[in-house]
């Protein structure tokens, strides 16, 4: 049975136009393992943070 363990982290980015968004990524780890890996990066939802 493969075990995982999925990570979420919120970062907040701003453009040179000065707007500002905050940007979901999402990181695995695999069992027997201590190394995360990126799995995505997506915006968060308008109104949310």
Known sequence: MNRVKLYRAYIQVTGVSGISRRIRTVWIVLF???VARF???VP???GAG
């Open 32 to 34: 027997d393992e201590d």
């Open 39 to 41: 799995v995505t990066a």
């Open 44 to 46: 968060d939802r308008l």
